[in-house]
């Protein structure tokens, strides 16, 4: 892609004033809570340095503490250019900081967010001077179970499928010059019928200003060819247009534009840049492309093409930086070995990853399933938390093609009465919903699992380790569907109240095979004895779920270690524990699984 820079933190939205702020910080341990109170922010107390992006807990932090310290203090130093400021805001970035994180630039407190999964920014341009400025950053965390926290443990031991806490910066922290005038975002949403991109402008400017006189231009290329060049006059701060996408060739098929699909992932550029009596004073780069998803009775489809899903789920962990990934080449190395493993698309598990790794997603073709990381305890506190931070992880990664379905709530995670609980009912039913208000397309499954309310998909999870034992329990759809038996030896589908109507069916997690090593470590349905053994059950149990006559897919557990649960089929170190080809011949083995 023409605005793709190697590290940039945001690749669908892309300046080139920015400046990567990862690296040494001063860090320092506030176990008493006492720093704000003797304004550390101007007088910084920690006595230590950290690798900043990655937590205290982690070892390439430089720290590797993996005891629990619930706030922590950052420091570092920047360079302000006071020339580019004339034109320019001066914008500081978090990709990702769990859970409260408070900012003090040059002793002056400018704001605070709550959310330790999606990005935000501050506007430090009142605050800074030309040359040295002093960052002082402040984060809270807690092992509050009402605090959406997915997979990090809320005691001082791991245990079963939780694991050790991201405490403070966890994504990367930048800054860049954002002209006065600018994009402050941007909603790309596809429509393949009319051959148009639909576009939504977020422009800051001064009311004066929205008067007609600016404008938007977008310029459409695919393969460095232009497909097209529209204007959109700015008469308020949020302007809506359609580009026009068709070529002036048929392609293929008679399609007037290039499709994206996990065979061939077709993205077109597109160039945004905000003109003022025709000279340029923003200039954005993105991408995007044209493809739709939808649900059509028992079958999801992608681009009006039947689509069966063969994903992997994926938690998104490494050993020596757990949630953080250690490099851009590890997000790719990731998605690669999935690729050669014969899938063809992964559920981020309980974690909103690195917006780099669905970058390469769009480009390498690998659907994914976004999915909210969960609080475990149900109050007025954690639907309040939970949907702020929700919708901001869907406006976020809106844009990204790869992501084809929404998971706000997984296994009755946070919800545990959704069975008979009408307010826990009503809350699952708001986040379909106001999932369903920001994005008119994407099915959206609420609950991933079990105790279904209303959601496009009704999904399954089930550990059983034999493939005989599966097809035997999900012989008859009906009996499942309708609650007349337990699957799973005691979970119900749909909650009390809901109905099954029709929706497409996925076994969504299944597997979790283990091989045998010693009382360490853990996965589903008891470990096994050596590579023949661990293939004869992996093709068994696949072999089961794709021959269900009525599922449209299933989402095998799980691509690598995790800490404790070694069920991957990898380790936690990318190493294949049997032949990536194997795997994938029985991935790709045509057996009968047309939906019907």
Known sequence: MKCYIKDYPRPQFVRNQWENLNGVWDFGFDDQNIGEKERWYENFKGNLQIQVP???????????DETRHDNVWYRRTIRVDESKLED???????????????LWVNGQFVGSHRGGYSRFSFDITNFVKDGENELVVKVEDSFDMQQPRGKQRWMNEVYLCWYIPTTGIWKTVWSEYVPKISLSSVKMTPNLEDCVLEVEYNVNAPESRLNGELFVEAVISYDGKLINKTFTAVTSSHVCAKLNVAAQITICYENPVWLWTPENPHLYDIEFRILDKQMVIDEVGSYFAMRDIR????????????????????????KDSHLTPPSEEAL???IDKIKALGYNGLRKHQKVEDERFLYWCDVKGMLVWGEAPSAFQYSDYAVTEFTTEWLEIVKQNYNHPCIITWTPVNESWGVTEIQTKREQQYFTEAIYYLTKSIDKMRPVIVNDGWQHTISDIITLHDYVAEGSIFAERYADKDRIVNNEIAFNEKMLAMADGYEYIGQPIMISEFGGIAFNNDDSGWGYGGK???AEAFIAR????????KELTYACGYCY????????????????????????EIIKEINDRKVNCLVK
């Open 557 to 580: 557990t799980q691509v690598t270690d995790v800490q404790q649960e070694i069920n991957g089929l990898m380790d936690i170190d990318r190493n294949f524990k049997i032949k990536p």
């Open 538 to 545: 992996f093709d068994s149990i696949v072999t089961a779920v």
């Open 528 to 530: 096994v004895e050596g």
């Open 54 to 64: 990655f937590t205290f807990e982690t070892k390439l932090s430089g720290i590797q």
């Open 295 to 318: 649900i059509d009775g028992s079958k999801v489809l992608l681009s009006n093409a039947s689509l069966y899903q063969k994903l992997i789920l994926d938690q998104g962990y490494w």
């Open 88 to 102: 320019n805001n001066y914008v500081l970035h978090f990709e990702g900081s769990d859970f409260v994180t408070k």
């Open 332 to 334: 790719i190395e990731d």
